[in-house]
């Protein structure tokens, strides 16, 4: 319970007229079918990614420069480590993790210090030479645009855009990430 008060309350900690969302919000129109990546290989998908764009989520409240960090272990499983960023670039908050491949492009994706179970990690695209992917959950609560490098060429973005928009998404939520 302590820590929905402390999700709930992260809610008032965003960035100045920041749009932070909701727990339960759903960015997407859930009767619309969600596809992940047919062919995913996860050792490409390892190492950092910059976070360029998300819908508001209240954990990510006035986070900027935000990463996440993927490793496979030998037991299959994936590391997971996001950092998130204050504006000055100092880190706010880190989460460790770990994800469970559990089909193509499907992630289970669990910390050990939220309490809710692991959540859906879906990779619905990624490009031919793993520059780019979006990341999103068959709720529709959750949704990421993510680059090896901070800045997203335009054609990449917009492909992200319409990967987002193909799989029920409404992109008028979307916000960019500062990096």
Known sequence: MRALALCLGL????????DVGGLLE???????PISSQAVFDPARYTGLWYEVARFPVPFEAGCVGVTAEYGLRSDGTVSVLNTCRNPDGSIKSTIAGSAEIVGPGRL?????????????????WVDADYRTAVVGAPNGRSGWILNRDPEIPPDRLAAARSVLAFNGYKLDRLMEVAQ
Do not use: N
Not at 108 to 124: N, R
């Open 11 to 18: 809610a008032a900690c965003g960035l100045p007229g920041e």
């Open 108 to 124: 289970k994706v669990s910390f050990p210090t939220v309490p809710f179970g692991a959540a859906d990690y879906w990779v619905l």
């Open 26 to 32: 759903v960015y997407r129109d859930t009767e619309v």
